[in-house]
């Protein structure tokens, strides 16, 4: 997700310790879970000043940076809202709190702006996707922002994603190249990218309105621990569960709500497998899944774990329940796994908002395959942990040397 930058004299999160991060968690849970104004400005004014810029971060990198502004700006006129500190002690709580308030009423702002230039976005691609007969299937953010949310500048999105069959995928590419699009990587075999000439990244303080806005095509829903082979495609599924409909004013295959669910908390899953977890997804999970008669037991060991975690989190709308009925059809493995990590980077959220691709060749590749409970319950769902550690270890190993003997050969990945 892209970066939105401050205003003027407005300071932002940088990097933080992850003890910070931790602590931070269920702070920003109880606000989620009671968005109460007063409630809000009470805990920004009694924090820390040097706690604030680490909330920043937090929220920036998790997401949630527009939602919490939105729940403050209804309170910021409130008996209990932090007065003006601009002529205070720039190192008070007073200031603190102050400032952090008019940094998230920036984070809205300029996401409006830039879910706004969204908006227009997906629908010039769908309405020339309906003009040459392609059925498309929005996904993730650019469904659920203009769906689910009351503005949709309080769900910020980093492009969008639209399923197509693989038969209209040259057709796709041709809408999106005639709208100023161009193919992003060739090589990219998972998803095809495609960007706009010039784009580039105007901040990295959380979405802003100038950062780009590609657009990536899918023709395969792939979960899978080795991403090159094995795993599960939910496409066919999420098609046979798609419905005609209308976003944003065009033409749209929209899935039905308990599809929807799926395809949301397998996506979350994959993201905790890799350790970078959102909370936001955490909420579109919840906030969806209340929605929902019945949790689909379809491909329930991906779908699982963020529908479990998403109800510790967020524990209304009957989602506990919900959830303990779909236990059986994911495992006991990852039943126990998802009711006893704690809800922080240990279950997969990227408190501390780390890049993969930033990293030094080994820790990103570290990052990518050390042997974290999802990835070793996922990879091997039938063994005991004592089993499936070794047996997963095995498995990098040999993954590790089909690729080096690839590179020697010149065979590419």
Do not use: C
């Not at 952090?100 to 227009?120: K, Y």
């Not at 979960?223 to 419905?243: I, M, T």
């Not at 970078?276 to 909420?283: A, E």
């Not at 990590?341 to 501390?352: E, Y």
């Amino acid at each position: 997700m892209g970066p939105v930058g401050g205003g003027p004299g407005l300071t932002h999160g940088g990097p933080m310790g992850l003890r910070e991060a931790r602590e931070l968690v269920p702070v920003v849970l109880g606000w989620l879970r009671r968005p109460d104004p007063e409630a809000f400005l009470g805990d920004l004014a009694a924090m820390p000043p040097s706690r604030h810029a680490a909330l920043r971060h937090l929220l920036t990198n998790q997401g949630l940076a527009p939602l919490v502004a939105d729940a403050v700006a209804e309170g910021s006129g409130a008996a209990g809202a932090p007065a003006d500190a601009s002529g205070g002690d720039p190192h008070g709580a007073q200031w603190a709190a102050t400032d952090t308030v008019r940094w998230l009423a920036v984070q809205l702002d300029q996401n409006r702006a830039r879910m706004a230039a969204f908006a227009a976005d997906l629908a010039a691609v769908l309405a020339g996707a309906a003009a040459a007969g392609i059925p498309v299937v929005p996904l993730k953010g650019g469904l659920l922002a203009f769906t689910r949310y009351r503005e949709p500048a309080l769900r910020p999105m980093a492009d969008i994603d639209l399923l197509v069959r693989p038969a209209d995928e040259p057709g796709l590419h041709a809408v999106l190249e005639r709208l100023g699009y161009g193919l992003v990587d060739p090589a990219d075999t998972r998803h095809r990218s495609f960007s706009r000439p010039g784009e580039g990244v105007a901040a990295h303080d959380g979405t802003h309105p100038g950062n780009p806005r590609e657009v990536e095509v899918h023709t395969r829903l792939l979960r899978s621990v080795w991403l090159d082979r094995g795993g599960v495609d939910l496409a066919p599924y999420l098609w046979a569960a798609a419905e005609e409909g209308r976003l944003l004013g065009q033409p749209a295959m929209v899935p039905t709500d308990a599809a929807l669910v799926t395809d949301l908390a397998s996506h979350a899953t994959l993201h905790l497998m890799r350790g970078s977890g959102m909370l936001l997804h955490w909420r579109d999970v919840a906030h969806v899944a209340t929605g929902v008669g019945e949790l689909d037991e379809a491909f329930a060991a991906w779908a699982y774990p963020a529908l479990a975690l998403a109800a510790r989190a967020l524990p209304g709308g009957g989602l506990p329940a919900k959830v303990e009925r779909l236990a059986p059809a994911a495992g006991a493995g990852l039943a126990a796994l998802a009711a006893r990590v704690p809800l922080d980077d240990r279950a997969g959220l990227n408190l501390q908002g780390v890049q993969a691709s930033s990293l030094p060749w080994l820790r990103s590749r570290w990052r990518r395959w050390r042997p974290n409970p999802w990835l070793v319950r996922l990879a091997n769902p039938g063994l005991p942990a004592p089993a499936a550690y070794p047996v997963y270890l095995g498995r990098v190993g040999a993954r590790a040397a089909r690729k080096a003997a690839r590179a020697v050969l010149g065979g590419g990945r």
